[in-house]
């Protein structure tokens, strides 16, 4: 098997719904979107999970993994208050990205930011300017966190009433 399809059969892609930011896994009945609960995510995404982490603050983060978006290998992070998704974090692993000392350069970042800003502007069917875009659902971000250094990209869920 070549290495994409290798890639390919090893990972779900993802795919973004503009009309209510809701992300689909493969074919995966189950929908992560600002109804999902953490009981129904840790069922439905049980082979995806790569960590559980409770920050003791009452979010709770679920990471998944073996994932793909834009064609790159990719994970996700969904953060829950209690029971509800607030928001999900994402980063991709981009063939070619140059690390000094296990951690990605200036230029991996920009080449990550620049990807995902490209990435989610053409499945929401928005440009995100200055690296951010609102929608009715809530919004989406791909930029450079200089706190962090690093990429940060994803979607946040406005509050359901």
Known sequence: ???????????LPMRLDPADGS???????????PT????EARVAF?????DERDVGTGY???????????????????CFHGQRLDMVTMNVDL??????????????????????RRTLATALGRKLAGGHARFGWGEAWARFDPKGF????????????
């Open 1 to 11: 098997m070549s290495p994409p399809a290798q890639h390919a059969a090893r990972t």
């Open 23 to 33: 992300i689909q896994l493969g074919h995966l009945p189950t929908l992560i979107g």
């Open 36 to 39: 999902l609960s953490r009981d």
């Open 46 to 50: 049980a082979a995806l999970v790569r």
């Open 60 to 78: 709770r983060w679920l990471s998944l993994h073996r994932l793909s978006l834009g064609g790159a290998p990719a994970g996700i992070s969904l």
């Open 95 to 116: 063939p070619g990205a140059t690390l000094e000392d296990g951690w990605p350069t200036q230029a991996a970042i920009d080449a990550e930011v620049a990807f995902m």
């Open 150 to 161: 690093m990429a940060s990209s994803g979607i946040r869920y406005s509050p359901r009433t």
